[in-house]
């Protein structure tokens, strides 16, 4: 395929020079360069000092937001390296992702590779013909332990192709600028033809760049309007929640998927975020937008101040080549989910019935896991394997903690402070001091409020321990009512679908139910359970109806499998579930309400 003709592309920047690692200070120079977009492949060179006779060039093996390994260099392609006069130097690797490079004299060195992306992942990169975007964690590399040095980025294009970007441009049209590798790696960028619009909050531009352009056509659907709308709104109400934008410009960054997709969510940065979402919210946004993507941007703008400026002290700064464990991710993820739902309902977006809603649904996550973990102890095991830690323990469970805290500081100051206050403080005293945070620290500050010794028995109980949470007590505070509901039902195991023939197909069986006693397997054809006959996907609530009061009684199933058919023998079986309830109480008495108002509006009231 012919090459497009290139053309350098435009965008935003200013640069700082560092000094790195005891040498002169430096600028690392970098060129990202798209020569055939259906190659899938991001060409990059980087041009640095060399240090001394051996010098190590590495690639992050994660990005931060996302506490996996990922070791992003498996995805390139033709490394090499060379000297001055482009004479080519000996490489070899040192570890996964590491490159030593013998300098031979040269005090320069380039090292020039192609980037594979081809994966749609939120810390990822991709490009596609017309389109692409990628996480400066992919194609930035280092040398091995600096990230001091400032950088220098220009983009080459195939003609026509747009930029989006955080990184602040320069005098050069396509040239694009990092104070240190911390910034210059927590831009994400999108590249080619999208949709992008703006507006102004506090003398700040608030962006939205959406691909594939056509979703965010306004003749098709109001879907562009509505999310830029809902974007402001949550900059006034953030803005005044921290007395100010940390940001000079802030970008949402939205693509969306028009085949299926097994996950949608977010990834923060400190001036952006990117979003991987179905187009089908895009389509409908009246009904998606409210229970969906609000909650998404939400969370993922208030990371702008929690977790990107508002950070544990084991993650500050960042160190992109090893695991950074921190016990403390409930209050980078959970109490940021929290103020999600705060933020949608201070401004306006949601009712307080929806706040309730999703407080109902965190205490269902979070009774659902299969054990109680403590939130401490899962923020660090996320880091052991995403398939094996429910990362609901810390989200859910740490958004109800933070909605248990801002509730318990507003009842012992009378209403007149809240978890709000907490946040400002490590916002003002940790952050502005360029400085992390401890759990001792976050609990002495919650404890300036409601007293040590009940702040220290919060921790221990509910934070570093095991112990049920008090979800009636505290949330009867604000007027709500918290109710269990324990329902004992006939259950038979089994999980079906209809085929075009209208027959239902056994597509899971739970082990151990009646279903695996009467030796159904997935991919079986259930026909009859009982006298229930299995015609449609509701036969679960006939069967609940007949045999509700037959526990023990024993049933025949009959199947369809290979052709034949085959009969088994079980017995009626319950199972015990919990229904959870929570409500607006009866009678609650005006202190109850006006702390109910105070968190729902973030105005104190007597």
Excluded at 435 to 446: A, C, H, L, P, Q
């Amino acid at each position: 395929m012919k090459s497009p003709r290139r053309v350098a592309a435009t965008g935003l920047t200013i640069g700082m020079m560092c000094a790195g690692q005891g040498f002169a200070q430096e600028t690392v120079s970098y060129t990202v360069r798209v020569d055939d977009p259906g190659s899938q492949l991001f060409h990059v060179e980087a041009r640095l000092a060399a240090r001394g006779d051996t010098t190590y060039v590495s690639l992050p093996a994660w990005t931060p937001g996302h506490y996996e390994l990922e070791d992003y260099a498996r995805y390139i392609r033709h490394f090499g390296a060379t000297g001055e006069d482009d004479v080519a130097l000996r490489w070899d690797k040192a570890d996964a992702d590491t490159w030593r490079i013998i300098s031979e004299g040269s005090t320069t060195i380039s090292v020039a590779f192609d980037f594979l992306a081809d994966t749609l992942n939120l810390s990822g990169s991709l490009l596609k013909d017309d389109f692409g975007f990628f996480n400066g964690t992919n194609l930035f590399v280092y040398p091995e332990g600096d990230y001091s040095f400032s950088a220098r980025v220009r983009l080459d294009l195939p003609e026509g192709w747009r930029v989006a970007t955080e990184l602040k441009d320069g005098a050069e049209p396509g040239v694009y600028h990092a104070r240190d590798y911390h910034e210059l790696v927590d831009n994400p960028t999108f590249l080619g033809h999208f949709a992008i619009d703006s507006t102004m909050v506090d003398d700040r531009w608030i962006r939205l760049a959406v691909y594939p352009a056509g979703y965010a056509d306004r003749s098709r659907t109001p879907a562009r309007e509505m999310a830029l709308e809902a974007l402001a709104r949550m900059a006034e109400v953030l803005h005044d929640l921290f007395g100010e934008p940390p940001y000079d410009r802030y970008t949402t960054f939205i693509y969306l998927e028009e085949s299926q997709i097994t996950f949608a969510g977010g990834l923060e940065h400190a001036d952006s975020h990117l979003d991987i979402i179905p187009a089908i919210a895009f389509q409908d946004p009246r009904i998606t937008f409210r229970q969906f993507l609000y909650r998404l941007l939400a969370h993922e703008y208030y990371h702008a101040w929690n977790v990107k400026r508002i950070r544990p002290a084991e993650m500050w700064p960042y160190a992109y080549d090893e695991r950074q464990y921190t016990p403390l991710l409930w209050v980078s993820e959970g109490i940021t989910d929290y103020y999600a739902h705060v933020v949608l309902t201070r401004a306006g977006l949601w009712g307080e019935n929806e706040f309730i809603l999703a407080t109902r649904d965190w205490i269902v996550q979070t009774e659902a896991l299969p054990a109680r973990a403590a939130v401490e102890d899962a923020s660090i095991d996320t880091w052991i394997d995403p398939r094996y830690i429910n990362r609901h323990m810390y989200y859910d469970a740490g958004a109800i903690l933070g909605l248990m805290l801002d509730i318990l500081i507003r009842d012992a100051t009378a209403n007149q402070n809240s978890l709000d206050d907490v946040m400002a403080t490590l916002y003002n005293d940790h952050y502005l001091n360029n400085r992390g945070f401890s759990t001792e620290e976050f609990i002495d500050y919650v404890g300036e409020y409601v007293g040590q010794e009940a702040a220290g028995k919060f921790y221990r109980d509910y934070v570093d321990g095991r112990e049920p949470y008090p979800y009636r007590e505290v949330l009867a505070l604000v007027g709500l009512t918290f109710e269990t509901d324990t329902l004992v039902d006939p259950f038979f195991g089994v999980q079906v679908a209809s085929t075009r023939g209208g027959r239902m197909v056994v597509r899971q069986v739970v082990p151990s139910s009646a279903a695996a006693a009467a030796g159904l397997q997935v991919n079986d054809f259930l026909l009859r359970v009982g006298s229930v006959e299995v015609t449609s996907r509701d036969w679960g609530d006939d069967f609940a109806q007949m045999y509700g009061d037959s526990v023990g009684d024993s049933i025949t199933v009959l199947y369809q499998r290979g052709g034949q058919e085959f009969s088994g023998i079980t017995t009626v079986r319950t199972r015990t579930t919990y229904r959870h309830r929570l409500f607006p109480t009866e009678g609650a008495s005006d202190r109850q309400l006006a702390l109910r108002r105070s968190v729902l509006t973030g105005t104190p009231s007597p």
